[in-house]
């Protein structure tokens, strides 16, 4: 009996030592590696672990790993932030193997770039348009913003003439800003992280209202992987003051890993024409509009200035001044990598002529990127641009010497040559053809722009990343004018400016991506930046040369005056963003970011821009997996404040005093303006309600946003009494909103192994209202028809209303608004403005086999065009001399059309007439020049054909493609003057929809090439 005890723990132990030995014959150790299924490169720090069960491990650097799991049959679940997680079965018999994870973020459709980062566009909750390089490629256009014309809905983009390399405007969802020294409203641009700068450092002689060179046009579109527009506050808070009119971020091509040398080059020409040549009136009928006004002066009919109208010849120099144009373009790129180095090298030269002659635009530039993985945890990268532009230039637009007023503005009557041979002077500036043929008047630019970034995995799925960026940009303006074409009995003149802007920044961010399940995923950033920007300029004339061949400045006899200055600003910036994904399902994204700007005063010197969105991917739910018809579904909504602070000076808070104020040859200083200490930020909190849908397998897809945009504290100068010794002071004046709906549709109406038709449409409506401003502001371009008040639109145009003409008197008849009797300016109004009720765009693309064929429509509805033009060339016979009744200006047709005897029924007053009558039918800004400036443009037509790759493989080349295009080969438009899309304001962010003697935007056709070995 006393040893059955030890019996019994014999038996049990030897049972459990059997149990035991059963188990560790069942269990085995798998070895394995994880890697990037796009590249296989391996992925260290990825988690695996045994489905059901607790514990797990993790890759080393080579992402490598080993985990003990069960002999049977078994599930692994392995993770990495950015990639998909996935899970695995390992058979009994499987002891090694190889696990290749997709990344979440991988270069489909479906990824947009974003603040410092990339995001699934599923996980997007604001407003964010990408538009990929091979939609806009080889597009004759100088700059990139105007290839995004009529691509992303709530983007309002309008060349402001058809100069080469000339100024374009952007509006990302309407205007929320104004200030005449600067192209206010304008987006943040972004090149491969390198903040450009935007603002022009010369007017390049465009005209008096500075046509200004676009320094976009420095960037070659051919290296464009992707453009992506940040719409909303929540996508844009992140960059805080620089965000609050929208962020363009554009990212250039890179090699990839791996990557075979593949060398592409890439060429066209083409010809290109006005869209509209101006018509004038001959001379014979120009005669007769003078003797008829001769006559309705009340002189002596036997004394008319022309008595025999039609024996004068005609001289009509419009196409001594317009010309076929050619474009051309060439760019050569080879992009490739290894496993440890990426790169990508490209060079390109582009030449455009203008058609308004002799402008021109020539631009040279190399890109260089590189990536270097220096290590499994640090890699090494570099961006870089270099550019040299030229541009022959010549005045135009608002400008007394400018070809086109001088041109059109001289009487049909006048011949282009004296009989001797020697140019003609007429009494309207100069002569024209002198003007094109004798100028000489350039703009040389150099320019960098470029980045180079360290970033460093400290730890798991913890990153720090370190740059340096530089935007170095110079230009030097020149002209000469001989004393051929200052004329007869005149000295040689000339000037010369140089100009040079540098922007740094350096900045520093931390990112970390958590994923503690597979329901929850976390990403934080957080990061600073410092950046200063320089601007310098000198300018110096002189005139008195000893001939026309010695051209150097240095040479002149007399300087005629001088200027210089220097100016610099500073930004410190601090900001953060955490991003938490619930179940794939929810959404929420938070952004904080506050700025400290030297252009404010002390007291108000830090802003404070946070932003938070939601989204709810309804397709997720499982309610809806039983459904086919909606394959995306996502209802997301998002609020944010963004920051202004570039549209006033660099010292606007400051009292300054300045040089320059001599006497007796004495130097001297005086106040220049006055101090301002409680200038503060120009903020515009928006909020966004948008609707992302996907049908039948996303055949369809679309996206529908609302907004409401309001812009607080706007910063404008205020004019003061001059008591004070100035005439304005920097503050915050004024509220701005805008409120607007947008729609984008894209559709695969056709998907066919041999035919695929694609078709997209988007539409964005903005209501744009001064809430509040403190006084009617006029912009002082306008000449006080443009004007600013609280309860309109900005760019209102102020104007008498005309309501015909008296059938009996032949004199404008306009409202009288208070009802006295007498019209003067309490009877002007604002009639209309240049916003457009309705914009967007029309995009189809067919291919079938290897032919392609595309269009692109842009238009804009509902806004109106101030034809300033016709002020000058609809006259009346105001603009004559006085005396002999002799023509100075021409006239267009409608003039043809005036009043002549009594019981004539037009909208046109007589000619002539007494000084009252005079200034009351031609002397006031009416609504005769206000036209509907609505337009439908055909953008581009394209006709390609793909030679077949067993053809290409035999040529010993990769692919190679060819086309033919079309540039604005039609535009629908009931708007009388030269183009709808002009704007003779040139860089002023205060102008919009006015046309004056500006050169309209060309039409071309191209062919070209594509070959990649």
Same mark, same amino acid.
Request: no cysteine.
């Given at each position: 009996m006393s040893n059955l005890p030890v019996k019994k723990m014999l038996t049990s132990v030897a049972l459990l030592l059997c149990l035991v030995t059963t188990l560790l014959a069942q269990q085995r150790t798998?070895?394995?590696?994880?890697v990037n299924a796009k590249d296989g490169s391996p992925l260290s720090g990825a988690s695996i672990s045994i489905k059901g069960l607790s514990g797990g491990t993790a890759t080393d650097a080579n992402g490598n790993f080993s985990l003990p799991v069960p002999g049977s049959n078994t599930r692994l679940i392995v993770s990495n932030i950015g990639f998909s997680q996935k899970e695995?079965?390992?058979?009994?018999?499987?002891?090694?193997?190889?696990?290749?994870?997709?990344?979440?973020?991988?270069?489909?459709?479906?990824?947009?770039?974003?603040?410092?980062?990339?995001?699934?566009?599923?996980?997007?909750?604001?407003?964010?348009?990408?538009?990929?390089?091979?939609?806009?490629?080889n597009i004759p256009m100088a700059s990139p913003d105007q290839l995004l014309q009529g691509k992303a809905a709530g983007v309002q983009i309008s060349s402001q003439s058809g100069t080469p390399g000339g100024g374009v405007t952007v509006r990302v969802r309407g205007t929320s800003s104004f200030s005449a020294g600067s192209p206010a409203s304008q987006p943040l641009y972004i090149i491969d992280g390198v903040f450009v700068n935007t603002m022009p450092i010369g007017p390049a002689g465009y005209g008096v209202e500075q046509q200004i060179a676009n320094p976009l046009a420095d960037l070659n579109p051919s290296d464009i992987e992707s453009i992506e527009v940040l719409k909303d506050a929540n996508s844009t808070a992140i960059y805080g003051s620089r965000g609050a009119n929208g962020v363009v971020i554009i990212t250039t091509k890179r090699g990839s890993k791996g990557q075979k040398p593949k060398i592409t080059l890439n060429s066209f020409y083409g010809s290109g024409k006005a869209t509209k040549l101006p018509t004038l009136v001959n001379a014979p009928q120009t005669a007769e509009l003078l003797n008829e006004a001769w006559i309705n002066d009340g002189k002596n009919p036997a004394n008319i200035p022309y008595p025999n109208p039609a024996g004068l010849p005609t001289y009509n120099r419009v196409n001594e001044l317009f010309r076929t144009a050619s474009t051309y373009s060439t760019d050569l790129s080879v992009a490739g990598g290894d496993a440890k180095t990426t790169y990508y090298v490209g060079a390109s030269y582009f030449k455009q002529d203008g058609i308004l002659r002799p402008q021109t635009f020539n631009r040279a530039s190399l890109r260089v990127n590189l990536d270097s993985y220096l290590s499994d945890k640090f890699k090494l990268s570099t961006s870089n641009t270099l550019i040299r532009n030229y541009r022959t230039i010549v005045q135009n637009d608002n400008s007394g010497g400018g070809v086109l007023l001088v041109g059109l503005g001289n009487s049909t009557i006048y011949p282009t040559y004296n009989q001797d041979g020697s140019y003609f002077r007429g009494p309207v500036g100069n002569n024209a053809v002198a003007i094109v043929k004798e100028s000489d008047e350039t703009s040389t630019g150099a320019r960098y722009i470029g980045n180079i970034y360290g970033e460093w995995e400290v730890t798991k799925n913890l990153f720090f990343k370190s740059s340096w960026s530089l935007d170095f940009n110079d230009a030097n303006n020149r002209a000469f004018a001989s004393t051929v074409l200052n004329g007869p009995g005149s000295v040689a003149s000339a000037y010369e400016q140089s100009n040079r802007q540098i922007t740094?920044?350096?900045?520093?961010?931390?990112?970390?991506?958590?994923?503690?399940?597979?329901?929850?995923?976390?990403?934080?950033l957080a990061g600073n930046t410092i950046q200063k920007t320089i601007s310098k300029f000198f300018g110096l004339s002189a005139n008195n040369f000893p001939n026309d061949d010695i051209t150097n400045i240095g040479s002149a006899a007399q300087n005629t005056g001088w200027s210089g200055n220097t100016v610099e600003s500073a930004l410190v910036s601090y900001f953060g963003r955490a991003d938490y994904v619930f179940a794939n399902r929810y959404i929420l994204d938070l952004n904080l970011r506050t700025d400290a700007s030297s252009r404010f005063g002390s007291g108000n010197r830090w802003g404070f821009f946070p932003s938070a969105g939601v989204a709810w991917r309804i397709t997720s739910e499982s309610f809806m997996a039983d459904q086919d018809i909606f394959s995306n579904? #996502?209802?997301?909504?998002?609020?944010?404040?963004? /920051?202004?602070?570039?549209?006033? $000076?660099?010292y606007a808070s400051r009292g300054l005093w300045a040089g320059n104020d001599n006497y007796m040859m004495q130097p001297g200083t005086q106040p220049s303006q006055i101090a301002n200490p409680d200038l503060k930020w120009e903020q515009t909190t928006q909020w966004n309600l948008g609707l992302e849908f996907g049908l039948f397998k996303n055949r369809l897809e679309g996206e529908l946003n609302y907004y409401n945009k309001m812009t607080n504290g706007v910063l404008?100068? #205020?004019?003061?009494?001059?008591?004070?010794?100035? /005439?304005?002071?920097?503050?915050? $004046?004024?509220?701005?909103?805008n409120k607007g709906i947008e729609l984008t549709l894209n559709a695969g109406i056709i998907r066919t192994k041999d035919f695929r038709w694609d078709l997209g449409f988007n539409l964005a409506h903005n209501k744009n209202m001064i809430e509040k401003l403190d006084a009617p502001y006029f912009e002082p371009f306008s000449r006080r028809f443009i004007l600013f008040q609280q309860g309109y639109p900005v760019n209102g145009f102020w104007l008498w209303k005309q309501e015909g003409v008296d059938p009996q008197t032949g004199n404008a008849i306009y409202t009288d608004v208070d009802k006295n009797g007498v019209i003067n300016d309490n009877d002007r109004m604002i009639l209309g403005n240049n916003q457009p009720n309705v914009f967007g765009g029309l995009n189809s693309t067919v291919r079938y086999k290897n032919f392609d064929f595309s269009f692109a429509f842009a238009y804009e509805w509902g806004q109106e065009m101030v034809n300033w033009t016709t002020f000058f060339m609809v006259h009346g016979a105001t603009r004559q001399n006085g005396a002999t009744g002799a023509a100075t200006y021409g006239f267009y047709p409608q003039q043809l059309d005036r009043w002549q005897r009594p019981g004539d029924i037009t909208d046109m007053p007589k000619m002539g007439g007494t000084a009252a009558e005079r200034s009351n039918n031609y002397g006031r800004f009416t609504s005769r020049a206000l036209e509907d400036g609505s337009y439908t443009r055909?953008?581009?037509?394209?006709?390609?054909?793909?030679?077949?790759?067993?053809?290409?493989?035999?040529l010993g080349i990769s692919s190679a493609r060819f086309y033919i295009m079309g540039t604005n080969l039609l535009t629908i438009t009931n708007y009388s003057g030269l183009d709808p899309e002009l704007n003779a304001g040139g860089g002023k962010g205060t102008v919009g929809g006015v046309e004056m003697f500006t050169?309209?935007?060309p039409k071309t056709i191209q062919g070209g090439f594509t070959v990649s070995f």
């Open positions: 798998i070895k394995g590696r994880v695995v079965a390992v058979s009994a018999g499987t002891n090694e193997i190889t696990i290749s994870l997709e990344m979440e973020i991988s270069e489909g459709e479906d990824v947009v770039v974003v603040g410092y980062g990339k995001k699934n566009k599923k996980n997007i909750t604001g407003s964010v348009v990408k538009v990929s390089g091979d939609e806009i490629r740094w920044i350096n900045e520093q961010t931390l990112r970390y991506g958590w994923r503690p399940s597979a329901d929850h995923q976390f990403n934080f579904l #996502k209802l997301k909504a998002s609020w944010g404040i963004t /920051g202004a602070q570039e549209t006033i $000076g660099e404008l100068n #205020k004019p003061i009494p001059m008591s004070t010794g100035f /005439g304005t002071i920097a503050y915050n $004046g004024g509220d701005i909103s055909l953008r581009n037509i394209t006709l390609g054909y793909t030679i077949p790759a067993a053809v290409t493989r035999k050169v309209p935007q």
